[in-house]
């Protein structure tokens, strides 16, 4: 029979064009159109190999003669790693000299978007440093064009003669070449018993690095009245198993660079292609 269907990505919903797609049983081979519209005799229960420069391989068995819609995932970061896992990293701040632990929890695709947790704690006796955030990736969606992602953070910090908490909520629109962070917070400071109100602004943008990686690098800056607090990370995946992170922040007299390096286990067992 003739299988038609279309290829997408599961990013934005965009279609895919000239896009590999192989029977795996034999050696019939096509390509996706500029609409991302395919076609390709196959007899049922034979399997499509579906490739494309940039996006996970995935394996398609064809059970009934329908029109199939198939999502390719792109490389990015938090698709490398996969869904469903729990993140062990253990870093140290090159400035402060302490040492941390970060424990993430990623959940599935719930609907269109997903949940990211995530705790950073001080494992040394000297300081106290919190850093707590929960990001909800595309949880406001319009198909195919609209995404906007959700983050609050909690930060809780004691370090030599000072302290200071912050709290922001923010809304991260994808926008064409970069997402953006807009949101707002409440801080306490130490030298500054009266809560202060916040305006955040920042970035991410993902740098292509080879073919199939990607360093997702993060800018942010909020105005707390006079004084401004800057953040920025960067990741990168290595050996297939292993993440090494970077992360910056200054505020006020408090400076810090934290480097990390983490694995990360799945809750449950491994779904083919990670699909």
Do not use: C
Request: net charge positive; proline share 2%; glycine share 8%.
């Amino acid at each position: 029979m003739v299988i038609k269907g279309k290829v997408m990505a599961s990013d934005d919903g965009l279609p895919l064009h000239f896009v590999s797609i192989q029977a795996k049983e034999t050696d019939k081979k096509t390509l996706t159109t500029i609409d991302g519209n395919f076609e390709i005799q196959v007899e049922l229960g034979q399997t499509l190999i579906f490739r494309f420069v940039g996006f996970v391989e995935r394996e398609v068995q064809i059970t009934e003669d329908k029109f199939y819609l198939i999502e390719l995932k792109p490389y990015i970061i938090q698709d490398d790693f996969g869904q469903n896992r729990i993140h062990f990293d253990a870093g140290y701040d090159l400035k402060n000299r302490f040492v941390i632990g970060k424990l993430s929890y990623v959940s599935n695709q719930i609907g269109w978007f997903s949940i990211r947790a995530s705790v950073v704690k001080n494992l040394t006796s000297h300081a106290d440093f919190l850093d707590s955030k929960i990001e909800a990736s595309n949880l406001i969606y319009s198909y195919p064009n609209i995404s906007i992602g959700t983050t609050f953070r909690y930060q809780n910090i004691s370090f030599q003669e000072y302290s200071f908490k912050n709290s922001t909520f923010s809304f991260q629109p994808k926008l064409k070449y970069f997402d953006g962070n807009i949101g707002f917070g409440v801080s306490n400071h130490d030298l500054n018993p009266k809560k202060t109100f916040g305006i955040l602004l920042g970035a991410r943008k993902e740098i292509q690095v080879g073919t199939y990686h990607y360093i997702p690098l993060e800018v942010s800056s909020t105005f707390w009245g006079k004084n401004v607090e800057f953040n920025a990370s960067l990741k990168y995946r290595v050996l297939g198993y292993f993440e090494l992170g970077l992360s910056y922040q200054h505020y006020r007299s408090f400076d810090s660079l934290i480097a990390t390096v983490g694995s990360s286990i799945r809750l449950w067992k491994r779904a083919k292609n990670e699909y």
